[in-house]
Structure formats: C-alpha cells, structure tokens
C-alpha cells in the first residue's frame, strides 16, 4: 500500500496467502484500492514533508498509489504555532524539532487507519512518546510485517515498532465483552489502553467500585484486565454568577432575601468543618444580620433562575455577627443543600477544597493564564501578613444588562465578576487593607495568596465606587480568617477549622497553620 505524505510517497504493503493487500487512505477514512499500479513518476519530490526519508525502502512486491493527508513540518508548523511553542518549553527542543513533532502527530492518524485495516490481527495501536525524543511507537503481536511496512515512513528515523500480546481488535472486542457484562458502554466506561495492552473498567461513574460484577467482567474480557478509579468531574473554574455543581468552592455568588422582599448579593469566601466533621460555607456577617435581616435568612445560588439552595443562618449556636468589631456569617447548608454541594461519591483525586480565579478583563494577569482553581491549603494568620505582599481576591457582584436574569447586587453597569489582585497597603482596626477594586456582591469574598493557597481572609467594605474597575488606588479591607476561627471557637467551641478538602459527604481532616 502506498502512503503519501505531503509531496512524500511511501510504500506499505501487506503480504499474504493471496498476494498483496493494497488499501487507500483518505483524511478520515480507509477504503479498498482498486486502481492500477503506481505510475513511475509517483517517486516523491525534494520536500520530504515529515523529515527525509520519504520514498526510503520501498517494498518490492506489487502496491497501488492511494492519498494520505499530510503536509510538510513547516506548513504544519505554521497552523499550530502554539503546538510548536508548547513542545519547545516543555520539552526544551528548537522549533525545528518541534515541528516535526506536530507534523509526525498529524501523519500518524491517517497511518493508524492503514494499519487497522491492513494488519487487523497484528497492529495493536500507537502513541507519540514526547519524552522519549517525539517517537511515534506502533505496538505490534507480530512486529517483522508491520516494521516493514513502515520501514519507508516519512520520519522512519522517529517510528518504532514494539512487540505485544494482543492486537487491538482483540483488546476492541475484549472491552465490548466486559461492557457488556457490565452492562455500560465500551470506550466510555470501558476502554482500551494501547500502551499497557490491557482493558480498563473505569470505576467511580456508570461502574461503583464495589460492583459484584466486576470480577465476572474482567474474566470476560479474556485479556488482561483491570479497574482504575477515575476522578471526579469537576470544573477547573466557574462563572461566579453560574456555578451551581459541587464542589461548593469560594467566589461564587450567594444571593439573600431580605425581610423587605428585596433580594441581597454576597460572595462565598472558604469551606470550614468543625469537630463534629459537618461543613459550612464562609461569608460576611452583613449578608445575613442587619435591619433588613431580622428573620432567619436562607442563601441560594441563581435565585432567579434555577434557584439553587445554600445554606441558612445559624442562630443556634449563632455563627454570624456584624458589627464594627465581627463582621462574618458561618453558614451551615441548608436540609439536603450538602448532597448537591459536596465531591460527589466515591470521587477520586485529592478532592482539595478550592477558591474559584476567574478571569477579568482589567486583570493583567489573564493574558497569560486562564480561569483556574486554586487549592486551598490553609491560612495564615493575621500577625504574619505582611505590608506589599502581593494577594488575590474574587467577588461576584453584577448589575444585570438589559435582558439578563440575575438578581441586581448594586455593582453598577460595568462591573465584570471574577478574581483581581493587589497589594497589601495597611493592617488596622482588626483588617487588612488591599489595594484591589471591589463592588457590592463581592463581600464576603475569599483574600487569598495565588501562590500557594494560604487564606487570608473576607471583604467587609471598603472604598465607594460603582461601575467599571477605574481607581488604581482603590483601597477595599478583609477580616482575617484566623480573626473569625479565634472568635467563632471562643464563642461557640465548635472547634471549626478552614476546610482543606471538602465539602465530603464523608469528612476527612483538614489541615491550618
């Protein structure tokens, strides 16, 4: 069978019983060949394409021309520029080379396709080792036929062929056995790993680890098998304004009515767990104390939309204060709120408890990073702050536009939600002074350092402004989490920690210094 990559052509071809199996590749397809025999002009031309040995080794007995899509490194190269760049940093090679990389990366799928449908019972799958020099390697049950047949490959000099046991038909129709005992879906539930040549069951989705069936499904499969605990499905950052999957995380928006029928917004800050191992949610005491907040105030995200419960004010022990001194809530959940809030079951991962960076226009930092998760891994307490350290915090205030759904937190027209970062200016009257813009709907929301996780503490009030982020030196201060834990324990002797996992269904631990 002849390949040709670029302006390269290359012969593969399949010897059998019955003579030589020619078959034709297309971009996303494999089809029979029927044409004539390569015409003598079919040789390739100076542009090698993927490296220099196009055309090398072309196999003697009869083949027929087919298409295969590819392209020179340097025309490659040119239409993933951030590919290139990536591979560079990461694997500190020229840009050379890492355009080889990508161009061998984009040969190497019409080449699969080939060798499926050419090498049915010997071709056992593929993978491109970055770390071992950008080698595509081919696993193979019999690798003789199938080095030989790429032994003319455009870039030969970076594919291999390594020998395994079972091909991937063989492993294909293995995890549709074990699918089927399972009753899940091959490729999703179960899948193929080509590198270990071996079937996965992936536990902790459609398949619970404790599952009775899982023994009777790996020997099914009649291949090597085995389970692997996936993690679980957690967004690595969310809109504050639209955040309604667990786990429960800082700087996502709480709304609040108030006793007059208006509708209150406010800013998660950090999960904390007291002894008991029950789970609250951080926020500002003004969000649920005040004139306007004599009844028992309940918190929802979206309330105008789906109208997802929170959590509701403790008043017995009372956990929320606001005065000139305390200004904090600790918000138990609210009756079943904690099911839809916490890692889900049997979710894998470090299940870390988190503090959502959204990115901002007027955030520099966002041009080169994206909305993220931070991990919280503790806090530092207030003596230890430092004057010019540098912090990051996250608010969710928003006035809607026209035709938005969103309760109206007083931000003013202009504002965006997300996370911003400044410097530390002043440590008085209890807070710490940031030099960060803020809005109403962002209080309570969680200061923290980027760096390494270390919660610092909750926005109470600060400098007036309204609309778009345009003061510099906007001055807005923080209670310190250590301030509120100190206060919270003394008053109640919950002994409620900042939560470094969690929310779990099933606390485990959590860690401070």
């Not at 609210?334 to 079951?345: L, M, T």
């Amino acid at each position: 069978m002849i390949s040709t990559v670029g302006a390269a052509t290359v012969a593969l071809a399949r010897e059998d019983d019955a003579g030589p199996v020619p078959a034709a590749v297309t971009a996303g397809a494999v089809e029979s060949a029927t044409a004539g025999t390569a015409p003598a002009d079919a040789a390739p031309g100076a542009d090698s394409g993927i490296g220099s040995r196009a055309g090398a080794g072309r196999s003697t007995v009869d083949t027929r021309p087919v298409t295969a899509v590819g392209r020179p490194a340097a025309e490659v190269a040119k239409d993933a520029p951030a590919s290139v760049a990536y591979l560079s940093n990461r694997y500190r090679v020229s840009q050379d080379e890492a355009a080889r990389r990508v161009a061998l990366q984009e040969f190497s799928a019409p080449l699969a396709a080939t060798l499926a449908a050419s090498y049915p019972t010997e071709y056992a799958g593929m993978w491109l080792d970055q770390a071992g020099g950008g080698v595509l390697t081919i696993a193979a049950t019999d690798p003789a036929p199938v080095a030989k047949a790429v032994a003319g490959v455009p870039d030969a000099a970076h594919v291999k062929v390594v020998p395994v046991r079972h091909s991937l038909r063989d492993l294909t129709e293995a995890a549709a056995r074990a699918a089927g005992a399972l009753g899940v879906t091959a490729g999703t539930d179960v899948v193929v790993d080509e590198q270990a040549n071996e079937v996965l069951v992936l536990t902790g989705g459609a398949v619970a680890a404790d599952d009775a069936r899982l023994a009777g499904a790996i020997e099914a499969a009649g291949v090597p098998a085995r389970t692997r605990q996936i993690p679980p499905s957690i967004e690595k950052s969310c809109d504050p304004l639209n955040c309604a999957q667990a786990p429960m995380r800082g700087g996502i928006r709480l709304d609040v009515p108030r006793d007059d029928g208006t509708v209150g917004g406010c800013t998660s800050a950090f999960n904390l767990r007291a002894r008991s191992g029950r789970y609250y949610l951080l926020t500002a005491g003004h969000c649920v104390v005040g004139g306007r907040h004599l009844n028992v105030d309940r918190t929802w995200h979206q309330f105008l939309g789906p109208k997802v419960p929170v959590g509701v004010e403790s008043t017995s022990p009372v956990l929320a204060e606001n005065t000139t001194t305390y200004d904090y809530a600790v918000i138990p959940y609210q009756d079943g709120a904690i099911d839809r809030w916490a890692y889900p079951r049997r979710s894998g991962g470090d299940q870390a408890s988190l503090v959502n960076y959204f990115c901002v226009t007027d955030n520099p930092a966002c041009a080169t990073t994206d909305s993220h998760d931070v991990k919280i891994t503790g806090y530092t307490a207030y003596s230890a702050v430092q004057i010019g350290w540098v912090v990051c915090a996250t608010g969710s205030g928003y006035t809607p536009k026209a035709g938005e759904v969103y309760v109206d937190s007083g931000a003013g027209a202009g504002y965006v939600p997300g996370t911003r970062c400044g410097t530390v200016t002043s440590k008085t009257n209890g807070r710490i002074g940031v030099r960060v813009c803020a809005r109403p709907g962002d209080s309570g929301g969680p200061l923290f350092t980027e760096s390494d996780g270390r919660a610092l503490g909750i926005l109470n009030d600060g400098d007036p402004g309204s609309g778009a982020c345009t003061n510099p030196n906007e001055q807005n201060y923080y209670m310190p989490v250590s301030t509120i834990l100190d206060r919270v324990n003394a008053n109640t002797g919950l002994g409620i920690q900042l939560a470094t996992r969690g929310p779990l269904l099933n606390p485990i631990g959590s860690s401070n210094r």
